[in-house]
């Protein structure tokens, strides 16, 4: 079972950020947290992970809490093209990525 | 990432069976195979490294793969049931971060 929780779907103005919240509050201290995402008839795409610092790259920033229970997901600059279903998972390396249901963002004009 | 996956879409009837293949899957790579149904999120079924299952899900015995070396992976579904129509997903393993998945854009199987 996913080890997660994440809203079903949000929506957000184009060219404002987009904020994508995980609860993960079973997490344990050698467990990465994993967004992917997933853009209607493509398979999923990684985006970033992060342990228990912050991270950023060319086209996300993750923010995990400090006690590590909960994570944010930031699109800085949400396009019609981030319109997809995004995944938070909590990984152990040396098992297997765990799919929940994920939260479906809509990006609107 | 370069994953491609065939056929891309297929209609069987129950009780047929089915091969769907993945490539290319490079050396050092492990493979995966997810099932996704419509609206849910993709369920892992197994994964292969160095050609040999490291690790499954919970999937039926119907449901057997092979990982060639420095080549491809195939999965095999026998004794179709309607259930098992979804989108199944192969994905390689990256070389930098073993979370890092890349997944090919699947193939849609439609069992009637």
């Known amino acids: 079972d996913a080890k997660t929780t994440q809203p079903t779907s949000m929506d957000c103005a184009e060219g404002r950020a987009a904020n994508l919240p995980c609860n993960h509050s079973t997490i344990s201290g050698n467990e990465y947290v994993y967004w992917y995402r997933q853009i209607h008839s493509q398979g999923p795409q990684y985006i970033i992970h992060?342990?228990?610092n912050n991270e950023t790259n060319e086209m996300a920033s993750l923010i995990i809490t400090e006690d590590r229970k909960s994570s944010t997901l930031i699109l800085p600059h949400a396009t019609l093209r981030d319109t997809a279903v995004y995944y938070c998972?909590?990984?152990?390396?040396?098992?297997?990525?765990?799919f929940g249901q994920g939260t479906e963002l809509s990006v609107k004009p | 990432a370069g994953v491609t996956q065939t056929p891309r879409y297929l209609i069987k009837t129950r009780g047929q069976q089915v091969t769907l293949r993945c490539s290319p899957i490079?050396?050092?790579?492990?493979v995966s195979w997810y099932q996704q149904a419509p609206g849910q999120g993709p369920q892992f079924i197994f994964e292969y490294a160095n050609e040999l299952r490291r690790s499954e899900g919970n999937f039926p015995n119907r449901f057997s793969g092979r990982q060639f070396h420095d080549c491809c992976s195939e999965m095999n579904v026998s004794a179709l049931e309607l259930g098992d129509s979804a989108l199944y997903l192969c994905a390689r393993s990256s070389r930098e971060e073993i979370g890092e998945l890349f997944f090919g854009e699947g193939s849609r199987l439609t069992v009637l």
């Open positions: 992060g342990l228990k």
């Open positions: 490079s050396g050092h790579s492990s």
């Open positions: 998972i909590v990984y152990n390396q040396g098992g297997k990525l765990i």
